[in-house]
Structure formats: C-alpha cells, structure tokens
C-alpha cells in the first residue's frame, strides 16, 4: 500500500526510528519511565462514554492504579483470569513494561522459530534453543542486540525471528533491557549451558486462543511421536496467557525446559562469556537474578529461575508417561488472533480498547484498525493501530491518538 512506511532498519539505529515514531505520534514517550506516563491497567471495557481504562495492556506501576479493584486488570493483588488459574498478577516494579515487551518479543521469536523448522525440536534447525544467550550479540554502537552471525545456527535464524527482534526493540528502553540482560548473561555465566524449550514446535500453528488438540513433538528421546502438547490462551493479568500442556511417555530426563551443553555441539564455549556460573540464560529475562515473571510464570507449576542451575527433570522411563506446563505471557495486540476479556467480550473495539503498553505501540495486522487507550500525564488518551509500517519486512501498524 502506498503509505506504508517501509523502515530498513539496522541494529544501530532502532532507537532512532522509535524516536521518530513518537514524535510522528505527537506525544511525549521518552523512555516509558512514570514520571513521563501514568501507566493505567486495562479495564473490562470503556463504554460510549469512554470511561474505562481498556483490555489487554500493561499493568501499573504508579501507585494509583496499582491497588487492585474488582475488574480483571487491575494490579498485582488482581487473580488471573480465564478459569484456569488463581495465580495472583506480578508485582508491577520499575521495569514491568520492559518485561512484557520481552516477553513479548520472544514469544514472537519462538513462534517464528517454530514455523521455520517445520515441528522439528532438534537439529538441524535447533529453534528450540532461540532464546539462549549464546545465539546473540551486542550490536554495533551497543544500543541492541542481534541474532550474532557467529553462531553455528545463524543460517537457521528466520527473517521473522529477526524483524520480530527488530520490532520489539524500536522503543529503546526494552533495547536497554535487553542490551543489559545479555551483557549480564555474559558476565556471569560460563556459557557451557543452552536453555531448549522442547514443546516450542506447537507454536507452529497457534493463533490465539488455540485449541484442545494435542500437537504431536518430533522428540527423538520419546520415537519423535510419543511426545504431545496442547496450546491454549486465556486472559491473564492483561497479558496473552499462552499454556503448554506437555506431555510424554517412556522417555528419560523429560521436562518442558531443559539444558544441552554447549560444548558438546560446538567444541569450545564463546569468548564472550566470562563469568563462572554453569546455568542457562537468555537475554529476555534481562539482567540479574530475578526473573522476567512474563517470559515464563511456571513450569510444572513452579516459577523457573532461569539464573540458576537447578532445572529439574523427570524419569519416566518406565511408568506411563511424563507431564509438564509452561506458561508465556505476550502482549495481546502484538500477537495474531481475536482477543478477549476474561467476561468473554471483544478486545479492540472502540467500547473496549485494549490497554496500550507504553513500550510497545505496535500491533499485529489482525488488529489494524483496533482501539487502545492509555493515560499521559492525568489525561486519558484515545487511539487506533493505524499507521502501517514495514519492518524487515514484516508489516505492523504503529498506535495512533485519535482524541
């Protein structure tokens, strides 16, 4: 189309072109931080009137919307919706929008991942290991990270992996996050250990809010056809709720995240990783020993602590069969696929906008033409995913203020 903005975007200058894209905006984004945005949790839906806060975007971090209420998106004391689970909403700290982003934007990732290795778990494609630190590299000028075209698996790397990185670091405060969770990794880890998401293959296909079908995992330690995952999504705490139900039989070592040395495959680890710590790590989780509580909120159950050695298996060589869960938690918008509420209404319309995430004004082309709504400065603030801009060759359009 015409008006499409077509951005051919080098790592270095992301920052740039999200700089102009809020100045195109004609509001203030600066770097997400509270003191340029009130960031207003979503609502259950605005109405004519516009009185409601919206569907879908990101949690507050700012002490008035933060103290919970009786709509599904308030703060962190707010229970998860969907019916599938009580677990209560993070905690909104200071890098709460940082964290979605990257969550986000693995998720996208993993998706892009899965879809160019055709279900395959293992080799030669690996996308079941995109999200391990080792696969990226501080960009040139130090402002983003790239998929690093060292590494042996670069020639697997989709082009949608890599817009879906492009994209997730236009605004430069996830670049930041990012550029210091792998720096961190760097530091601190050995780099003998990949992280391998195994069910990551079922993402192949999903659209949001999936379905109840389990999807066969090419696994060879369980004959690449003992292995099954069902995918599902619900409303979570203003995110994208997406569950892996995983499960396998007569296989050893099984569990939905797991470690591979890299040494094994490679020879040798990465110069860059310098720190003493043998544990798996990725850039998305961002820097520290917390952990992104959007990017993985349990595995069987449990929140994993990717900065940690302990990633626990299971035997069940000899018993029926091996059962696991991962949860991941993308921005509703920035994914394909109708959204809802946890009332079971439409996201998107003008009577109920999704909640516009400050760090991420892009949406997904399902949701061209969507409503959003979000609070800079006191003053709730109307708009619509409009403007289309290419990036890498992935089209996605930009949020526009409307009133």
């Known amino acids: 189309?015409?008006?499409?903005?077509?951005?051919?975007?080098?790592?270095?200058?992301?920052?740039?072109?999200?700089?102009?894209?809020?100045?195109?905006?004609?509001?203030?984004?600066?770097?997400?931080?509270?003191?340029?945005?009130?960031?207003?949790?979503?609502?259950?839906?605005?109405?004519?009137?516009?009185?409601?806060?919206?569907?879908?975007?990101?949690?507050?971090?700012?002490?008035?919307?933060?103290?919970?209420?009786?709509?599904?998106?308030?703060?962190?004391?707010?229970?998860?919706?969907?019916?599938?689970?009580?677990?209560?909403?993070?905690?909104?700290?200071?890098?709460?929008?940082?964290?979605?982003?990257?969550?986000?934007?693995?998720?996208?990732?993993?998706?892009?991942?899965?879809?160019?290795?055709?279900?395959?778990?293992?080799?030669?494609c690996w996308g079941t290991t995109i999200l391990a630190s080792q696969r990226y590299r501080v960009a040139s000028g130090g402002a983003t990270i790239e998929f690093d075209p060292t590494d042996p698996q670069y020639g697997y790397v989709p082009q949608g992996a890599k817009a879906a990185l492009a994209i997730g670091q236009?605004?430069?405060?996830?670049?930041?996050?990012?550029?210091?969770?792998?720096?961190?990794?760097?530091?601190?880890?050995?780099?003998?250990?990949?992280?391998?998401?195994?069910?990551?293959?079922?993402?192949?296909?999903?659209?949001?809010?999936?379905n109840s079908s389990p999807i066969t995992i090419q696994d060879p330690a369980a004959g690449n056809n003992r292995r099954k995952d069902v995918v599902t999504g619900t409303a979570w705490c203003n995110t994208e709720?997406?569950?892996?139900?995983?499960?396998?039989?007569?296989?050893?070592?099984?569990?939905p995240f797991t470690t591979i040395g890299y040494v094994n495959f490679y020879g040798a680890t990465k110069p860059a990783y310098t720190g003493s710590n043998s544990f798996p790590s990725t850039p998305f989780n961002g820097s520290g020993n917390s952990n992104n509580p959007y990017l993985v909120v349990s595995v069987n159950?449990?929140?994993?602590?990717?900065?940690?050695?302990?990633?626990?298996?299971?035997?069940?060589?000899?018993?029926?069969?091996?059962?696991?869960?991962?949860?991941?938690?993308?921005?509703?918008?920035?994914?394909?696929?109708?959204?809802?509420?946890?009332?079971?209404?439409?996201?998107?319309p003008e009577t109920n906008p999704f909640a516009l995430v400050i760090t991420n004004l892009y949406a997904d082309p399902s949701h061209e033409g969507q409503w959003a709504t979000r609070t800079i400065l006191g003053v709730q603030q109307w708009g619509t995913f409009s403007l289309p801009v290419s990036v890498l060759g992935t089209t996605i359009y930009l949020y526009q203020k409307q009133m």
């Not at 670049?175 to 880890?189: I, M, P």
């Not at 997406?242 to 569990?255: G, I, K, L, Q, W």
């Open 1 to 124: 189309m015409s008006n499409t903005r077509v951005l051919l975007i080098a790592p270095a200058v992301l920052a740039l072109a999200a700089a102009a894209c809020s100045a195109e905006i004609g509001q203030s984004e600066g770097s997400g931080t509270s003191s340029e945005a009130v960031r207003s949790g979503g609502g259950g839906g605005g109405g004519n009137n516009h009185s409601g806060s919206g569907s879908g975007g990101n949690s507050s971090s700012s002490s008035s919307s933060s103290s919970g209420s009786s709509t599904s998106s308030s703060g962190s004391s707010t229970s998860s919706s969907g019916g599938s689970s009580s677990q209560s909403c993070p905690s909104a700290g200071t890098n709460d929008n940082e964290q979605r982003a990257a969550a986000s934007t693995a998720f996208s990732i993993m998706k892009a991942a899965a879809q160019a290795c055709g279900g395959a778990s293992a080799g030669p």
């Open 170 to 210: 236009l605004d430069s405060t996830v670049a930041a996050f990012l550029v210091a969770g792998l720096q961190w990794d760097q530091k601190n880890t050995n780099g003998t250990l990949f992280p391998l998401v195994e069910p990551l293959a079922a993402l192949a296909n999903f659209t949001y809010p999936g």
């Open 241 to 255: 709720k997406v569950h892996f139900a995983d499960t396998s039989s007569f296989e050893t070592n099984f569990a």
């Open 301 to 348: 159950g449990s929140q994993l602590t990717w900065n940690s050695s302990t990633w626990p298996t299971q035997d069940c060589s000899a018993d029926a069969s091996c059962n696991g869960t991962i949860d991941i938690d993308p921005i509703p918008y920035t994914q394909p696929g109708s959204y809802y509420d946890v009332t079971g209404t439409l996201v998107g």
